[in-house]
């Protein structure tokens, strides 16, 4: 997973980040959401409206309202004439509008449920009351073995308030997921006509129902009590929906890879979460849950994924090494190096692991430390070429080019490759770069000494010693590239700069005979090998772009 080969790279934190649109407008008080009854069936819209109000109230951006005609505010905007009487039963856009005005919120939610041969369709609308600009936004729901009708409302709901927070609001969805305690309370599925196992419960079954209070108010509440969802989101799953072992995990997660397919992440999200619940100590689906938080841009939960699995598998190699690839994929390669050297304390002589870490310095720059690691993945693995071919892509990116000959050749032969044999692609081109690096700052060198003998800014002396020393580096690239084998497609530009090195390397051997014979005709040729060195290798870069570019 090296992501560089000599360069720096540090180990670099997304950070998710509103709009400054977004901030300032809810920076100083939470948006009001006046939530209309959601049309269709009556069971399933009911389902629905219930769904979208808990996953409203998920934020703490929000403060939601839920539509009823005989609100106070309303009743007084009536009498006042500030609202027409039919503005309360009508479905028309302007009427919300004004509804939402009296109301004194910020926007309207409404929109329609339809369910049908396993399917859940919702269409929303968001009306911005000051404006009356309207935005638009839909889910669609499939239903899997396993998975319930609750699961599918909660999802659909999930999603569309995810999409107003984000399209209208500019704000970030609750990373958990919404729950109802008691469920739904759906008392049949208004999707496949099954009975949906949960049952009536009062305190859902009605779509307007507010805090209990008075001497209504079950035991133990007091007036205008509500009910806080429950600390653990285990918990909170279990109650919310029917837990049945085995299948439904499967179900849950068949789902989610689904909805992350078509990209519906937030869906994606829910579903794995549940999953998640239903087998908490899954170290492999709590890292596929927070795969689809990075996906999401919701990079704090993913790590905190993380670091629940590693919590969860501390001698599980497997899945701390799966763990260790996602948080260097990500870029957190501090957090990476630590799982690699928990891995290598527990057993030293994982050289998967040890290579890996290799990998993270080498990223992080620690470049002596990244040969460390390789040297003693090859001292504990002498029959693995891996180690070796490590090796040889540092000591290349170091200008080591007699070291990297070397390690690529004991990877040969470990491997049981002749001495011609084709070096793969992806080490090939890591090679290729650092000969390359190397080329042009030997050829700025050459130009730069020569620049400087002409301004009289070094004597002669001076100008031949750094000549001198450029000699020796020179030929080690020409050796280093004619032993290389290329892969056949790049076999002919790689022809071309192995012949661009070797002319630079003439150049050079010829300015150095001139400055001791002070004879004109050598200095010509060393300038005319030069221009023929840099066109050689204009020649193979522009061969290998039509290579990458493909037929």
Partial sequence: MLRGTAVSIGAILSVLVLSSAGWSAHNSRADRILLAPIGGEKPLAGAVTRAIKANLRQSQMLEVTEFRPDLPTLKRAVLEKRLAGSDLDSTDAK???????ALEVDY?????????????????????????????FEASMSTAPGIGQDTLVLSAANTVVSKFMQQVLGLVPPAEPAVIPGGLGLPHDPVT????????????????????????????????DTHPTPASPALSQREALPVRPGPDTAAYTTQAESLAASGDLAGAIQAMRTAVNLSPDNVDLRLKLAEYYERKGMNEEASSERQRAMKLAPGE????????????????????ERVYRTILDASPKDIKARI?????????????DAGLEYAQAASDAPSDPAPQERLARLFASRGQFLEATSSLATSKMLRGQD??????????????????????????????????????????????????????????????????DPPDNYAKSHLYRTLAASLLAQSVTATQEWLLKNEAAQKEQAEQFQRESQIQMDSASQLERRVRAGP
């Fill in 108 to 136: 309207v939610l409404f929109g329609d449920a339809k369910g049908s041969s396993g399917r859940i369709d919702l269409k929303m609308s968001a009306i911005q009351v000051s404006s009356g600009r309207q935005t638009d």
């Fill in 95 to 101: 009427s919300r509008q004004r509804v939402g005005a």
């Fill in 419 to 484: 001495d011609d044999h084709p070096v793969e692609p992806g080490l090939y081109r890591s090679l290729l770069q650092s000969s390359d690096i190397a080329y042009n700052k030997e050829l700025t060198a050459l130009s730069s000494a020569a620049t400087a003998f002409r301004k009289g800014e070094i004597t002669r002396e001076d100008y031949y010693n750094k000549i001198r020393a450029l000699v020796t580096e020179v030929e080690q690239l020409v050796d280093f590239l004619s032993d290389l």
């Fill in 317 to 336: 190699a497997g899945s701390q090494h799966e763990i260790a690839a996602q948080l260097e994929a990500s870029g957190s390669d501090d957090d990476a």
């Fill in 193 to 224: 006509g099954s009975s949906s196992g949960t049952g009536d419960n009062p305190s859902t079954t009605n779509p307007s129902a507010e805090p209990s209070t008075g001497e209504n108010a079950p035991k133990g509440e007091q007036p205008g």
């Fill in 356 to 368: 890996a870490l290799g990998d993270v310095l080498w990223n992080k720059g620690k470049v002596d």
